[in-house]
């Protein structure tokens, strides 16, 4: 395994709260997917999806160090889900002050319906996704066989014993790889994803 330099001790969260570009684009690559679905189930797409997301990341910016997570079930996607609703409805709060270009006042009442709507809980395919982009952002740091031994144990439920004897380690080795993949991952997004 190849260590992780000094500003891995802190979790993504920290470290975007204290302004480190790489951890905004990590949080970005992680939640951008999730904030584009919601803004899709609201049929919000293309450039004005791409304003909507942009504007939510602004008020996460401007809002972090303000997030707690203080009562049981506060996450970090509930309150990018309620700040992405709001983003949402002040997209269709500008649209109403410019011209319609078809559908007149029947169609506004209905988009304004939708934007009132509360925005879909998550599926399990959004939060595989959320997984998978967590997972890519630790990968590089471990060597191959690492890597290898942590999937087959980890993801794909093998036991330690099979794993250990197709990569010529001992079931301890597997285990140990198991345990610094997750423990890094959690490092890295544990107060995120959780």
């Known amino acids: 395994m190849t260590p992780p330099d ?6 993504l969260l920290d470290r975007a709260r204290n302004r480190d570009e790489d951890a905004w684009r990590r949080l970005v690559h992680l939640y951008g997917p999730l904030v584009d679905r919601w803004c899709g189930h609201r049929g919000v797409r293309g450039q004005d999806a791409d304003d909507v997301r942009q504007e939510v990341f602004r008020a996460v910016a401007e809002g972090l160090d303000s997030f707690r997570r203080d009562r049981p079930g506060d996450t970090f996607r509930g309150w990018l889900r309620g700040i992405t609703r709001f983003k949402l409805l ?34 399990e395919e ?6 998978r982009r967590a997972l890519e952002l ?10 290898q031994a942590f999937w087959r144990a980890a993801v794909d439920g093998h036991p ?3 794993i250990a004897a197709d990569l010529g380690v001992t079931p301890a080795a597997v285990r140990k790889a198991k345990s610094r993949v997750l423990f890094r991952l959690r490092q890295e997004v544990g107060d995120l994803i959780a």
Do not use: C
């Open 6 to 11: 000094k500003t891995t001790s802190l979790t």
């Open 90 to 123: 002040d997209h269709f709060r500008s649209r109403q002050d410019r011209p319609e270009a078809q559908g007149g006042t029947d169609a506004h009442h209905l988009l304004q319906q939708v934007a009132d709507q509360e925005l879909p809980e998550d599926t």
């Open 126 to 131: 959004d939060l595989g996704g959320l997984y």
């Open 138 to 147: 630790v990968r590089g740091e471990f060597e191959p066989q690492t890597w």
């Open 160 to 162: 330690p014993a099979d």
